[in-house]
């Protein structure tokens, strides 16, 4: 089936630098892409939409500028946190959508742990 | 925008009975609802869903019910065994955005 992969899992940065989080569907095309992002004991709260060949979509509240999203290509979204922060540190899940079935899939990537010491 | 409420929380069931999560939402827009299990670090799995032309769907041991006009839906465990216990997530959809709002999360414990 159709898979979603991100990369790094895991990432510990230093607070002021940027670290970039990738999110790549394997063996389908997805226009659009979504990142999420959850604090330990919360539910997943929806960061921005990822338009690919346009500008990302940003939820309320959410920092356009600190949180850049590069959709470069069909198959590949890219997250990344600018000048992080200790506060910064979460759980970032990225999703994107396979509608050649007309079920509409919905698949996650594995998710990216960010620690910003 | 969706604003998606789930109860309860936390909901411990001795092992063989049933668990009950409940979630309403705001959007009439919605049409798609899964549910989803996650452990800790994971990506969410999902465990169900419904669409908005079914009040019912069940799969074994696990059935989500569906009320338009209440905008509610829930999650029904039958049988629960050890391996059920984790943290449970609803979500509401509008396939026309494909914008996924999550409820705020129930952490199940099954009992042995």
């Known amino acids: 089936g159709a898979v979603v992969s991100q990369h790094p899992s895991r990432v510990i940065c230093k607070s002021g630098t940027s670290v970039k989080i990738e999110c790549r569907s394997l063996d389908f095309q997805a226009t659009t892409m979504f990142w999420y992002r959850q604090f330990p004991k919360q539910s997943l709260m929806l960061m921005a939409t990822?338009?690919?060949?346009?500008?990302?979509?940003?939820e309320q509240g959410v920092e356009k500028d600190k949180f850049l999203i590069n959709h470069a290509s069909l198959t590949l979204s890219t997250l990344t946190v600018t000048s992080a922060h200790p506060e910064d540190s979460s759980f970032y899940i990225c999703s994107a959508t396979d509608s050649r079935d007309s079920g509409n899939t919905i698949y996650f990537g594995e998710g990216s742990w960010l620690t910003v010491v | 925008g969706e604003n998606v409420e789930q109860h309860p929380s936390t909901l411990s069931v001795q092992e063989g009975d049933s668990a009950v999560i409940k979630c309403t939402y705001s959007d009439s827009a919605s049409n798609y609802f899964p549910w989803y299990k996650q452990e800790l670090g994971k990506r969410p799995q999902l465990i169900i869903d419904?669409?908005?032309?079914?009040g019912e769907k069940k799969d074994q041991r696990i059935a989500v019910t569906l009320n338009k006009t209440a905008k509610h839906f829930s999650l029904h465990i039958t049988e629960t065994q050890p391996e059920d216990s984790a943290v449970y997530f609803c979500?509401?959809?509008?396939?026309?955005?494909?914008?996924?709002?999550f409820g705020t999360g129930t952490r199940l414990t099954i009992i042995p």
């Open positions: 990822s338009n690919e060949g346009s500008k990302a979509t940003y």
């Open positions: 419904i669409r908005s032309n079914v």
């Open positions: 979500a509401a959809m509008d396939f026309g955005n494909e914008k996924l709002t």
